[in-house]
């Protein structure tokens, strides 16, 4: 019997514990998602004077300019 109740302890240890990690997710999941969004919003603002430093750097390499 007391096994047994050893055996039940150990189940119910390892099971909250993979309930705490499992409640991480959302988390992770908000923090790409932010990230996404922020990279997005970046590259709309930017992205015409991004392009624009880029053409002009690959116009003095080649000699265009």
Known sequence: MQTLKRLSLRLQTRLQHLD???GDVPG??????????LVVALWAVAGPALIQVFNDAI??????I
């Open 20 to 22: 705490d990690e499992r």
């Open 28 to 37: 992770w999941v908000l923090v790409t998602l932010m990230t996404a969004g």
């Open 59 to 64: 116009a003095k390499v080649s000699g265009a």
